[in-house]
């Protein structure tokens, strides 16, 4: 590991200032990623500029709307199990309570999940030349190597990899906003805009600007979302990440389906909203019909490699399973 400075910051400015200050700086939160990309020698920040001391641990409603935001230093359990989430967005529980193991949740936080870095086994292993996330313009080993577990919507001939977290699937389809502060100020993120397809710049994943910390995400109101569920198939029953995920929400009236929202993980370098899917449902009936048409819809465009190819049909098997539970729900 190489050496770096560690300070405590007591205020988002302060830790703002801190980061902007260093060049090669970063923050703490839970450090869950962080602290093992930093061992593995894949991440190598100059300083560490500890912001658990920030007041962004709240849960709360917003004023006005009926959504909720959530600070960004919320560990993974507590916003599991907070009852504005179990209640009126199941589906983000669901997805939190599927994620890594009960330790990791305790100390992983809502905006470090958001910032969570692929596991491609390529990107991990710095004795391994070729990665163009880790080393920009070095090629992909994952395009002609073991690429089980890589993308097949969104991807480039520059990278394969998928987003890791099973939260952020449920946070797309929910539409969340990402709150931001920066040197020049505060700034919101619509959630479809904050994570990047790789492109020809896998390296940049993300659409936060240099030194911004993320503050906040808020949840907008979403009646329906009550009827909602989060889908997760993995290789074993726990701690094991996506190889597909699917979070879903239905609204029903009159026995037709007015709205739907749905998200895939694990088959994207970012949270993929599957909006092909969601125009395939709007004004169906709730059935295994519909729900297949929809599934064969927004994976049209799906390409598979010589390992993963077997995700394009579970993808579509996934679909269909999750609606049909969401629209069973009472
Ligand atoms: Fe690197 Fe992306 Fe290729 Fe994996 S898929 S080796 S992260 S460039």
Redesign the pocket.
């Known amino acids: 590991m190489n050496p770096f400075t560690y300070s405590r910051a007591n205020d988002a400015q302060a830790a703002v200032s801190g980061v902007a200050a260093t060049a090669q700086a970063k923050f703490l939160g839970g450090g869950t990623n962080l602290i093992d990309l930093m061992k593995m020698g894949v991440e190598h920040p100059s300083a560490l500029i500890d912001i658990n001391r920030l007041d962004l641990t709240k849960v709360e409603e917003l004023p006005n709307n009926g959504g909720v935001r959530i600070g960004a230093l919320v560990r993974n359990s507590d916003l599991a199990e907070h009852e504005l989430i179990k209640s009126r967005y199941p589906v983000l529980s669901e997805a939190l309570l599927s994620g890594a193991s009960p330790q990791l949740r305790n100390l992983a936080t809502t905006g470090g999940n958001l910032l969570q870095r692929?596991r491609?086994?390529?990107?991990y292993d710095p004795a391994?030349p070729?990665?163009?996330?880790?080393d920009p313009g070095s090629?992909?080993?994952?395009?002609e190597?073991y690429?089980r577990v890589?993308?097949i919507l969104g991807q480039s001939e520059?990278?394969?990899?998928t987003h890791p977290s099973d939260m952020c699937v449920a946070m797309a389809a929910l539409e969340a906003v990402v709150r931001v502060q920066g040197p020049k100020g505060e700034r919101t993120i619509p959630f479809a805009d904050f994570h990047r397809l790789?492109g020809d710049t896998?390296n940049v994943e993300t659409n936060l600007q240099p030194n911004a910390l993320i503050t906040a995400v808020d949840l907008p109101p979403i009646p329906f979302a009550t009827r909602s569920h989060y889908l997760k198939v993995r290789d074993r029953a726990s701690y094991a990440f996506a190889l597909v995920s699917v979070a879903a929400a239905l609204e029903l009236e009159g026995g037709k389906i007015k709205s739907a929202r749905v998200a895939l993980g694990g088959v994207a370098h970012k949270p993929w909203r599957a909006s092909k899917a969601e125009q395939a449902l709007s004004g169906k009936e709730p059935n295994e019909q519909a729900f297949q048409a929809a599934a064969d819809a927004e994976l049209a465009g799906a390409k598979g490699y010589k390992y993963n190819s077997f995700k394009i049909g579970l993808a579509k098997r996934a679909l269909v399973q999750a609606l049909t539970t969401v629209a069973s729900l009472a």
């Not at 090629?139 to 395009?143: S, W």
């Not at 520059?158 to 990899?161: L, V």
């Open positions: 692929t491609c086994y390529y990107f391994f070729m990665c163009n996330k880790r090629g992909c080993g994952a395009l190597g690429n890589h993308a520059q990278c394969i990899a790789p896998p």
